[in-house]
């Protein structure tokens, strides 16, 4: 199976400021149709998880530009330009390349 | 309104049985790939199973294959997972959730049902 990695696991931001979640898989997550499938959810405290990036860097309906994705091969990044309380919640990095598809352990985004 | 309302959890004793239901509204459900994903209480997620549209491909984590059996019901709109020979580290909320990897929008959860496995 594929493992994703993420960090830092904890991640304690000012409301305003820039953050950053690293994501690496132990192995590449490009797809045999040329696709890299490398997805990042968002989970508030109390609620089901809403996907916010998929194929990378590709944002859903509805989210906010500050959330941005970037990366290849095995090294990925879910950044948030300026922090916003309603950001606070916990971020997993997926990848849906192989199956089974495999979850980060998640990073949570708390305020400082 | 999309809405994924899934049902059936509740407190089953180790070994024993259990179904858990999806019901979809407000989208074409029977075009979607549909999927359970679980998380243990306090702890992070795993996607469990995945089934085509037409319930032709089904696949599972290791950890279920054996014991859990995903299906649907198009004409219900309705999604399943059969789950047997149940085990304490089975317990988890069950999501079910649609699978839309390269597309934007289309990418709906559930708000959950908890599985207690305990004597």
């Known amino acids: 199976d594929v493992v994703m990695t993420q960090s830092p696991l904890s991640l304690p931001v000012t409301l305003g400021q820039p953050a950053s979640i690293s994501c690496r898989s132990s192995q590449s997550l490009v797809h045999s149709d040329g696709n890299t499938y490398l997805t990042w959810f968002q989970q508030r405290p109390g609620q089901s998880p809403r996907r916010l990036i998929y194929?990378?860097?590709n944002r859903d309906s509805g989210v906010p530009d500050r959330f941005s994705g970037s990366g290849s091969g095995t090294d990925y990044t879910l950044k948030i330009s300026r922090v916003e309380a309603e950001d606070v919640g916990v971020y997993y990095c997926m990848q849906d390349t192989q199956w089974p598809w495999t979850f980060g352990q998640g990073t949570k985004v708390e305020i400082k | 309104e999309v809405q994924l309302v899934e049902s059936g959890g509740g407190l089953v004793q180790p070994g024993g049985s259990l179904t858990l239901s999806c019901a979809g509204s407000?989208?074409?459900?029977?075009?979607?790939?549909m999927s359970w994903v679980r998380q243990p209480p306090g702890k992070g997620l795993e996607r469990v199973a995945n089934?085509?549209?037409?319930?032709?491909?089904?696949s599972y984590v290791d950890s279920v294959k054996g014991r859990f059996t995903i299906s649907r019901d198009n004409a219900k709109n309705s999604l399943y997972l059969q789950m047997n020979s149940l085990r304490a580290e089975d317990t988890a909320v069950y999501y079910c959730?649609?699978?839309?990897?390269?597309?934007?929008?289309?990418?709906?959860w559930g708000q959950g049902t908890l599985v207690t496995v305990s004597s």
């Open positions: 407000g989208f074409t459900f029977s075009s979607y790939w």
């Open positions: 194929k990378v860097s």
């Open positions: 089934i085509k549209p037409d319930g032709s491909e089904k």
């Open positions: 959730a649609t699978v839309a990897r390269a597309v934007a929008g289309g990418d709906y």
